[in-house]
């Protein structure tokens, strides 16, 4: 190895230590929290802000399976006559499907 090829390594390593350095160095000293890793917090419940993203799916998704529901027991009593015996039935998706006994 020539020395301009032996200080570009050089160069190179040094400058990889210093980023990796400044990249995982968050300002404080890791070790006098007694851990490197911090504790994680989970909150249960409804969500505290009405707006957020986990109540705006929950009340859309509730929602539509109703309206849905409503809508596709109407539009089935329409054009469907069931046999008699049989009843309707909302599943958890809400489709319309007929129970006969």
Known sequence: MNRSALQVALRSALTLLAGGWVLFWSGDAPVSSGSLISQAEARIGRPATPMSYAGVARRTTRRSVAYGAAAGAAAAGTYYY????????????????????
Do not use: E, K, L
């Open 82 to 101: 069931a046999a008699p015996g049989c009843r309707q039935v909302v599943n958890s998706y809400g489709q319309i499907v007929y129970r006969c006994p």
